[in-house]
Structures are given as structure tokens and as C-alpha cells.
């Protein structure tokens, strides 16, 4: 074998080893920085169904109770095993809750009396009530916020306020979502 084979022979060893040398190292970290797969939701008292009430809209936006409450369904759903009822007698545990507030501020301006770009801020508290009407958890003062860009159209804009605060909505669901899933 020439020197030129061996030389190229050791720097492919060489390289093969730093490659595992650095998955082991990944390995390592993902295990001490706590990193864990998420385990099943396990709901209070052992229940195994919730059942999602319309929550109170002391808002003047119409129709957002209705997606604070899908967003929460369509996030029990996608990732657990906990059924959600569609009925509350057949239910174990129920969520309710109450939309604060759903407040817009522009936060930046593109002219003397023009908006540029406007923060939309979602506020609901919620609890999980047994049937008898204990509450056995609750959450105050969520909220979740995020910006649109304004646009001339007034209807762009309403609508690009409605996306804002559906995404605030999914967020927030997902919070809800995760206090089940860190050692309830």
C-alpha cells in the first residue's frame, strides 16, 4: 500500500471517529439537559374524560369563545389518549373557563395617523371541576400574545386580527396542554 492509501486510510478512521465521538456527545447532553419523550396525560382522580364547556366571552368579539374551546378540544385530541366527551353527564372532569380580555394596541406606525403594525393580547382564567362541582385545578391571568402587520383594507385587517388571536387561542391551549403533562 503506498503512503498516499495510508495517509488517506487513517484520516477516513479519524473522521469516522470524531463523527461517534460527537453522536455520544449529543447523546450525553440531550440526557443531562432533561430532555424526556412526553408521557400520557393523566387527568386528577384518575378520570378518563373531559368535557370542554363554552367558555364565557366577556369580550365584544363574537364567536371567541368558540375558538378558545376548539383549539383546547383540538389540542386534548391530537396529542392524548384522553377522551373528550361531547356530553357533560358522560364526562368525568369538566373544563370551564372565562376570556377575559382580548385587547389591540399598535405597536408601531408607518405615517403620522397610520398604524404599521398592531399586537393582538389574549386573557382567560380556566379551571377542571368535578361533577359535584370541586374544583380540583385552575389557571388565572393566561395569556398569550402576538402582532399582525396593518394593511389599508379594513377587512384585512379584521381578519389578520382574527388569525392573531386564533394563534394566541392554539397557544394558550397548548399551555393548558402541558400543565397535564408536567407531573400534574
Not at 23 to 36: I, K, N, P, T
Not at 74 to 92: C, L, M
Request: overall charge neutral; proline content about 2%.
Amino acid at each position: 500500500m503506498s503512503v498516499h492509501a495510508k495517509r488517506k486510510s487513517a484520516a477516513a478512521a479519524a473522521g469516522t471517529c470524531w463523527v461517534a465521538a460527537a453522536l455520544v456527545a449529543g447523546a450525553a447532553w440531550l440526557a443531562a439537559c432533561g430532555y424526556r419523550f412526553q408521557g400520557p396525560v393523566e387527568l386528577p382522580g384518575n378520570a378518563r374524560s373531559l368535557y370542554v364547556e363554552a367558555f364565557q366571552n366577556r369580550t365584544n368579539q363574537d364567536g371567541l369563545d368558540v375558538l378558545v374551546v376548539n383549539a383546547i378540544v383540538f389540542e386534548f385530541t391530537k396529542r392524548s389518549d384522553t377522551i373528550v366527551a361531547a356530553d357533560p353527564a358522560a364526562a368525568d372532569l369538566l373544563m370551564r373557563g372565562v376570556i377575559r380580555s382580548l385587547d389591540s394596541q399598535t405597536i408601531s406606525s408607518r405615517g403620522k395617523d397610520a398604524a404599521g403594525e398592531r399586537r393582538v393580547t389574549l386573557r382567560l382564567d380556566v379551571q377542571l371541576v368535578r361533577a359535584d362541582g370541586q374544583v380540583v385545578w385552575e389557571a388565572k391571568g393566561l395569556s398569550d400574545n402576538d402582532a399582525y402587520p396593518v394593511t389599508d383594507d379594513k377587512f384585512e385587517n379584521e381578519q389578520r386580527e382574527r388569525r392573531t388571536a386564533a394563534l394566541a387561542a392554539t397557544r394558550i391551549a397548548e399551555r393548558i396542554f402541558n400543565r397535564f403533562t408536567d407531573d400534574f
